[in-house]
């Protein structure tokens, strides 16, 4: 999210048109808010590692195609349309774990509470930011197409989580259903 949103920061800092300063600024404010480590993603890789995840590995590894689709479309956006795409992608925020259900989930689990430090963190964080977001969004002066923009990188972002998510429910599933058997259609 860092990287990317560093990129938009940039994109924005060129176009130097009022809706792209308002951006600028908004993301001065916002990037050092979502650095939790010296590397981007680190912290999520410090939580990874207490569940016995080897971040090494996933390091190494190649992002899936449905998560570098998602996010090279944001890309795309950035540099061929407006850097103000990102905020529909940052509408994340406004859709964090609550506080509740993380709890819950790691009673369930029984997962090392330490694994969970990032979704803890966010799902007090993530309302203010998501606030601040919407204040930015009612605060810059976005033309329909800009909105259009916004809405649209909001809802391919999405689709496009609950595509990946769906495939990591649906192996979780298949792998937990007894041999030969097949899901109730």
Do not use: C
Not at 65 to 77: C, D, N, R
Request: proline share 8%; no cysteine; net charge negative.
């Amino acid at each position: 999210m860092v990287p990317l949103m560093e990129t938009a920061l940039g994109r924005a800092r060129e176009l130097a048109d009022p809706v792209a300063d308002g951006l600028a600024a908004y993301l001065e404010r916002h990037i050092p808010e979502e650095q939790h480590s010296d590397e981007p993603g680190g912290a999520v890789l410090e939580d990874l590692e207490a569940l016995g995840v080897n971040a090494a590995e996933v390091r190494a590894q190649l992002p899936p195609p449905k998560i570098a689709a998602f996010v090279g479309a944001q890309y795309y956006w950035i540099f061929h349309y407006h850097p103000v795409a990102i905020l529909g992608f940052l509408e994340l925020e406004a859709h964090q774990a609550q506080p509740a259900t993380l709890e819950r989930l790691i009673e369930h689990t029984g997962l090392p509470r330490a694994g969970f430090g990032q979704l803890l963190l966010h799902s007090k964080l993530d309302v203010a930011h998501a606030r601040e977001l919407h204040r930015v969004l009612d605060s810059l002066p976005l033309e329909p197409w800009h909105e259009r923009l916004i809405t649209t990188s909001a809802l391919q972002t999405i689709a496009s989580v609950v595509k990946t998510l769906l495939d990591v429910v649906g192996d979780n599933v298949a792998d937990a259903l007894p041999a030969g058997s097949t899901p109730a259609t």
